[in-house]
């Protein structure tokens, strides 16, 4: 599901502050990674990071979206989990099946 992976791109390169480091972690291309962030910023139509000479960090819109960004991937998460028989408020925030996306 690409719309729940690039969720999970947004939320590696808010923590890490770092395209290519969020590309390592999510096991995507850096290439990949900052393509899928930038149509997903062209959809919004403004941008979710400023980016400055290898600085990364959230806009202020960015920031507001943010807890929807996790909520939907918590969400996705659950969705999994209870397909797949398990109890989705054993969950932890955050703890995802991410090889399923």
Do not use: W
């Given at each position: 599901?690409?719309g729940?992976r ?96």
């Amino acid at each position: 599901m690409s719309g729940i992976r690039v969720m999970r791109y947004v939320l590696a390169v808010a923590k890490l502050g770092h395209f290519g480091k969020a590309a390592e972690e999510c096991n995507a291309a850096p290439s990949t990674l900052s393509g899928q962030i930038r149509r997903l910023e062209g959809y919004l139509g403004t941008p979710l990071f400023e980016r400055r000479n290898g600085d990364v960090k959230l806009t202020p819109f960015g920031e507001q979206a943010m807890p929807m960004v996790r909520s939907m991937v918590e969400a996705a998460d659950r969705l999994v989990a209870l397909r797949r028989g398990r109890r989705p408020q054993s969950m932890a925030p955050g703890q995802g099946l991410s090889e399923a996306f």
